[in-house]
């Protein structure tokens, strides 16, 4: 079974507007980190924002926001004011339990500003 | 702080050659990664390790070696390279902040890997 799930393979967004991009997850472990990540068109991995499961609050870095729904294993990414900056593709990844080796990163979505 | 390198940027093997790919990073940092990212899609772990000495397989290990004898290096060889193998490898490396939690991954720039 897929670990991380992200169901949007494209998304397009107005400039200066919010986006949401989607993320469900799988673990039975009670201890696990959430992350996302940007990757441009030039390929370099930008680490974006991380959620620990016992975080009381949503995690915040700037304009990326974390809309963290454990019951529903949800971790999505909101995106505030979209800038053109933003198109890239944007992974999901999840660190299970305290073994910070074993990550697993979901399919990705590509997101696509319009001006 | 030159943080994760990796060498070489792009690289053609022939099926059945060999080859290391380096990865250095300068940041102290105890945990490091080998990930396989195949187009359009996301990364899958080949080999991580947990400190010098110490290495442990991921998802996609077959066709691949890792070695980890200082804190710093952590080269991956690939040995009779297959056509499967064509891919963009990254290195990454963390560490582990017991307490806090958070062990934000930090990625080299990427190999581009093409077997003929």
């Known amino acids: 079974a897929q670990k991380i799930t992200q169901t949007q393979p494209g998304m397009f967004v107005q400039e200066k507007e919010a986006v949401t991009l989607d993320c469900t997850y799988d673990?039975?472990?009670?201890?696990?980190?959430l992350f996302w990540y940007k990757q441009p068109s030039s390929g370099e991995m930008i680490f974006l924002i991380y959620?620990?499961?016992?975080?009381?609050q949503n995690a915040t870095e700037g304009r990326y926001s974390l809309n963290f729904q454990k019951a529903r294993k949800s971790a999505n990414l909101v995106i505030s004011a979209s800038q053109l900056g933003d198109s890239a593709m944007y992974f999901c990844?999840?660190?299970?339990?305290?073994?910070?080796?074993?990550?697993?990163f979901g399919d990705g979505t590509t997101l696509t500003v319009k001006p | 702080n030159a943080g994760v390198t990796q060498t070489p940027k792009f690289r053609i093997l022939k099926i059945g050659q060999s080859m290391t790919l380096q990865c250095t990073q300068d940041?102290?940092?105890?945990?490091m990664y080998w990930y396989r990212q195949d187009p359009g899609m996301g990364l899958k772990l080949i080999y991580y390790?947990?400190?010098?000495?110490?290495?442990d397989k991921g998802e996609v290990p077959n066709g691949y070696n890792v070695s980890r004898s200082t804190t710093e290096d952590f080269p991956l060889r690939l040995e009779l390279a297959a056509p499967s193998q064509t891919s963009v490898y990254f290195c990454?490396?963390?560490?582990?902040?017991?307490?806090?939690?958070?062990?934000?991954?930090?990625f080299g720039p990427g190999t581009r890997l093409t077997v003929l």
């Open positions: 940041m102290n940092h105890n945990y």
């Open positions: 990454a490396s963390s560490i582990l902040q017991r307490g806090l939690g958070r062990d934000t991954q930090y």
């Open positions: 990844a999840m660190r299970e339990g305290t073994n910070a080796g074993k990550s697993t």
């Open positions: 390790s947990v400190g010098a000495g110490i290495t």
């Open positions: 959620q620990g499961s016992y975080d009381q």
């Open positions: 673990t039975s472990d009670p201890s696990y980190g």
